[in-house]
């Protein structure tokens, strides 16, 4: 079966398959390449709709007469054709990571209609401003900071509270709930729940 070779933050490789959960890809890795190699296409094509779905910047290599198995109208997944560099392949990731990106200044960051500016501790959402408590922020700043990226209540506990907490996870749990009455609406949901695993921040827009 067909498998996927994803970079972490150390830039290094690990194995996936196609029985890889999208919770599993979004928690572990930044970027993934896939091998489409052959026309046997249930592996990658499973592979690859998993990692788009899972806000995972996709770039897929493989020939030309295996196109239409993975529906590559996806804006988020980039090809590379057989034969391709290596140099065209390092290309194609960061533009597939660049659409994940946030939009950033030196001291805000956007993500559509939110803004959030680090000099102000300030959030706006479509020019109104949101009152938060000073965890609220840190949480909404630290998850928009990396969009799409899933993080378990023991890690956002560890990045956010540091050493002033001395609780249990629920508290991630209450915070997250205050925040999403603040800042959704039933045209978006910011802070999305990975069962089992933890929260990520969905941009508008964006794959994940």
């Known amino acids: 079966m067909a498998g996927i070779s994803a970079l972490d933050s150390s830039l290094k490789l690990v194995k996936f398959t196609s029985e890889t959960s999208k919770d599993e890809l979004a928690a572990s890795v930044e970027g993934a390449l896939v091998w489409g190699a052959g026309t046997g296409l249930a592996g990658p094509s499973g592979i690859v709709h998993a990692a788009a779905d899972a806000g995972v910047p996709v770039v897929v290599i493989l020939p030309v007469v295996s196109l ?65 408590t000073y965890k609220e922020y840190e949480l909404l700043k630290y998850l928009a900071s990396n969009p799409g990226r899933v993080f378990s209540r023991e890690a956002l506990l560890r990045s956010v509270w540091e050493y002033d907490y001395f609780g249990g996870t629920r508290t991630v749990d209450v915070h997250v709930r205050r925040l999403r009455s603040k800042i959704d609406d039933i045209t978006h949901h910011f802070i999305e729940t990975q069962w089992n695993v933890g929260y990520r921040f969905r941009s508008p827009g964006g794959s994940s």
């Open 68 to 132: 239409d198995g993975i529906s590559a109208t996806r804006e988020e997944v980039e090809v590379c054709f057989m034969p391709c560099t290596a140099e065209e392949v390092t290309v194609r990731l960061g533009i597939a990571m660049s659409r994940n990106a946030p939009i950033e200044t030196a001291n805000t960051i956007t993500h559509g209609e939110l803004m959030i500016d680090y000099d102000r501790y300030e959030v706006t959402l479509k020019g109104r401003k949101i009152d938060l």
